[in-house]
């Protein structure tokens, strides 16, 4: 079973929007076992859609188009549908009155282009999720498909996950499994992990039983992603789980923070929560993406207090009693991470205090970081160097301060280098 | 004169890899007034590499082809060029000389492998250029052209404005110039503004010396963005000069917050830094958002004093003195900004308090967002419901807080709705 990815947008062409999305799909399909050997971005131009789409359909069973689904006049894949299907468009009255409920529920009047989204070609299907106020379809073209989604990536991803990936699991009729399990690290470079990897590459190269492929992904760690393919779940599983051994064993425990979808901050908290430990960050640089990343996880309340950004010297002096003298020093970070504490009650806290850059401050060299954490009333900081720009400097920090506590916690006393 | 991008790499179409040459090469194009009305990706596959080589030649006078050129098995470009022309692939001994050097000042052997970068399909031109080792080549077919360039980015942009560009220019004879501006929107729907504009928009359909497109970019707002193609940059600037003037016109200046690549944060610290006032916030559900989103703009300091994130009910009453009660409502939003702008010492604050979702909380309905803003002491709230998940409903509350204190600062009294 193949399966292209058509990107609409003029915007996209003109480079003024990065398509993420027909990568996203990508490897939603890999996942599926589906084969994507060709993936399209095309403007607004009705005919242009049209033969990128049926060229498509041409090289492949099915095809899942992004994009032209909104309101406004350049949003044409609808017509573009309608016109590789050889039908017409007729407007679907439950979807007008979904759209108008939306608008309605917000106390909105609806405005009469949003109509538009209503109008759906004959034949089609129309995805019972919408996420927002573009509907997605299911265009059948003899024994093949279009499916088509919005542009926005949360409601595209919505549509796929929830509707689309089932609709092709079914017409592949795939009896191979193909799952994989994602090991996020931090504290060595992709370098390094390779080669403490080399073992486990060189055998799964002799005897492919799963692949194993690195994903450099920031703040979300550096991800080590295992996919094995197999004659079904329960097979898939058990290499899965003996490869996952096989890679902790390799580059050790403490360097893997999460698995798959969990991230650095929901392990933090999770610690947090199996001592009774309530938590408190007092941040400098980062500005409140530490408490920013802390609260994105559902039920961070029950341990998370709260995070003072101090953003000027003398907000750390008088609310977190930060001493006189330099603000990035081990002096500084060490007593707003004791102030965090006290402030907010907590029983340990996290600080961070640097120069994001891009020019130096107070003599400091940009890239600069002191991190302290305070467990039980014991501080510890350390002192980072960062070779990045601003705003990867203020993530970098963000996940490396929260790993810090994480080793804490974990009474591991290893400091990883995250950014070699 | 049209010009497609193939970008060539297996890891593309797995979405391991976001392609984002392609879009930078058809920002780069646009620039030249050159139109590229396809960009495909294709994996490394000999058969599918030429095939994409082939129909894109077939619908354009030139193609730009990334990546494949390594000195590796999987890199396949120079055969398929080689197919494509219908010609050999011959070792350039001046190339091996080039990549040997290479290695040589870097006291390093050369693999073997490396040499396969210097097979050249015969009649085709070597970029003179040559960042990394992999040669960038210019392939004639008719009166047609194949540009092919590495995948690795900076070693692709500086063949493209070093050597291609030229030579597009002189190819498509092309005086045109192409500009674009964008104009950063919040507090209408895309079909409200739509609406609004649809008599500018009419007239640019009738007389199109400029295009009109529409962005939903989340936190970044709703680009309204103009494209102007002239015979010079000053003609060019002249239209998006009226244009603009026409677009704020119908929409009314207050809802365009900032032009092009300026942020709605940079917009309100420079609002602040014209009337020497110090910023301060206190935030719950954003959890250190709004924060982190005005220090990632360098300078940030001399007007932000810093944020406080009270994440549980004791905290907001403790250190900002909300009142007993609820706490997303109008009295303690409100005593939320009137206590940052004491702590912090500031001369105006926004606060935020409400319920993320995604379940409720204290009989609060998810989505439900009271916000506040203190200047010169006086102290204004306002509810606001937002039908998204959890990390949406935090970004909209983020830049929806950030535009009400803007709005204040302006003395413009409306309140954008500014989640449809």
């Given at each position: 079973m193949k399966c292209e990815v058509v990107a609409v947008g003029t915007e996209l062409l003109l480079g003024?929007?990065?398509?993420?999305n027909s990568a996203w799909i990508g490897e939603q399909l890999a996942l599926l076992g589906i084969d994507s050997h060709f993936q399209t971005k095309v403007g607004d131009n009705l005919d242009r859609i049209r033969s990128a789409l049926t060229d498509a359909l041409g090289r492949s069973d099915a095809v899942v188009v992004c994009g032209g689904l909104g309101p406004t006049q350049d949003d044409i894949t609808r017509d573009a549908l309608a016109a590789v299907m050889g039908v017409e468009l007729r407007r679907s009255e439950e979807i007008v009155e979904r759209i108008q409920g939306i608008f309605t529920s917000r106390n909105r009047a609806m405005p009469l282009?949003?109509?538009?989204?209503a109008d759906v070609p004959e034949g089609a299907v129309v995805c019972p999720l919408i996420p927002g106020t573009a509907p997605g379809l299911a265009c059948p073209v003899g024994e093949k498909v279009i499916y088509a989604v919005p542009g926005v990536p949360w409601e595209m991803k919505e549509m796929f996950t929830g509707w689309i990936a089932d609709d092709l699991r079914r017409r592949a009729a795939n009896s191979a499994v193909i799952l994989s399990r994602t090991l996020r690290t931090w504290g060595e470079s992709e370098s390094a992990l390779a080669e403490m990897l080399d073992g486990v590459i060189a055998r799964l190269d002799r005897n492919p039983t799963a692949t194993l492929a690195f994903l450099a992904s920031g703040m979300e760690g550096l991800k080590v992603r295992l996919t094995a393919k197999a004659g079904s779940e329960t097979e898939a599983l058990t290499v899965l789980d003996a490869e996952e051994a096989a890679v902790r064993e390799a580059?050790?425990?403490?360097?893997?923070?999460?698995?798959?979808?969990?991230?650095m901050e929901s392990a933090v908290l999770e610690l947090c929560r199996g001592r009774g430990f309530s938590l408190a960050v007092a941040e400098s640089l980062t500005g409140g993406m530490i408490g920013s990343r802390l609260v994105a996880a559902p039920g961070a309340s029950d341990v998370f207090r709260g995070s003072l950004v101090a953003y000027s010297g003398e907000v750390k002096r008088n609310l977190l009693g930060v001493p006189d003298g330099p603000v990035v020093s081990a002096a500084a970070v060490s007593a707003m991470a004791e102030g965090a504490c006290d402030l907010f009650g907590a029983d340990c806290s996290i600080a961070v205090s640097g120069v994001a850059g891009p020019s130096e401050s107070e003599g400091v060299k940009p890239g600069t970081v002191w991190m302290a954490t305070t467990v039980d009333a014991q501080t510890q900081a350390r002192r980072f160097l960062f070779p990045f720009d601003r705003e990867r400097t203020r993530q970098f920090t963000t996940i490396s301060a929260l790993n810090a506590l994480r080793l804490r916690l974990l009474q591991i006393d290893k400091d990883p280098v995250p950014w070699h």
């Open positions: 003024q929007v990065i398509d993420t282009s949003n109509l538009r989204q580059i050790g425990d403490h360097l893997i923070f999460a698995t798959d979808s969990e991230t």
